[in-house]
Each structure stands twice: as structure tokens, then as C-alpha cells.
């Protein structure tokens, strides 16, 4: 049974910073797509980040220079570092792993006071 489960949300002023985390079972991190996305209300979800088995790694444009996404594979996790937050980043933050079919985990709130 594949389960990915995040963590680390909460409620940070603008300018702040926050880390993400998804730790994985059932899948492996290193050899799946991995990636953020979120979703603010009233507004579809949307891609923030994704990494490849290769490491590549690929950011929307509103996060560009902002985020970084990483995985350790030892731990099976893969996060999201958010600096520079901006209330427009406020959104539930999902994890997806991509392996014969996607996976989602539950989400995080991330809440940006301005």
C-alpha cells in the first residue's frame, strides 16, 4: 500500500520560511516522479515542483528562485524548501508520487500572513 504523508505546513509571515516534507512507503522516491503541487480555494490545483529519478528538477514560475525541491533517498522523503513566502503562496500543498500511476498525499497547510 503506497502512502505519502506531509508535513510541516503552518502559518508564517511574509518574507518567512518553511519546509515541506513527504515521506513515502511503498514507493520509492528515487525511482518515481515526484513532485509539489497546491491548491489555494476557490482555484484549481496547480504544479509547484517536480524532481525526476535523475534529479532534474523543474519549478512553476511563481516559485522560481524561491523553492527548492529535494529528496534524501535513504529517508524515502522528498521536500519542499519555501523562502521569501508571499501571501499568494497560501495554499493546501499536496505531495504526488508518479509510478505506474500517480499518488497523492492528504495535504499541508501553508498559511502566508501579509
Known amino acids: 500500500q503506497v502512502q505519502l504523508v506531509e508535513s510541516g505546513g503552518g502559518l508564517v509571515q511574509a518574507g518567512g520560511s518553511l519546509r515541506l516534507s513527504c515521506a513515502a512507503s511503498g514507493i520509492s522516491v528515487s525511482i518515481s516522479l515526484m513532485g509539489w503541487f497546491r491548491q489555494a480555494p476557490g482555484k484549481q490545483r496547480e504544479l509547484v515542483a517536480t524532481?525526476?529519478?535523475?534529479?532534474?528538477?523543474n519549478y512553476a514560475d511563481p516559485v522560481k528562485g524561491r523553492f527548492t525541491i529535494s529528496r534524501d533517498n535513504a529517508k524515502n522523503t522528498v521536500y519542499l524548501q519555501m523562502d521569501s513566502l508571499k501571501a499568494d503562496d497560501t495554499a493546501v500543498y499536496y505531495c504526488?508520487?508518479?509510478?505506474?500511476?500517480?499518488?497523492w498525499g492528504q495535504g499541508t497547510q501553508v498559511t502566508v500572513s501579509s
Open positions: 504526488r508520487g508518479l509510478s505506474k500511476r500517480q499518488y
Open positions: 524532481i525526476t529519478t535523475g534529479g532534474t528538477t
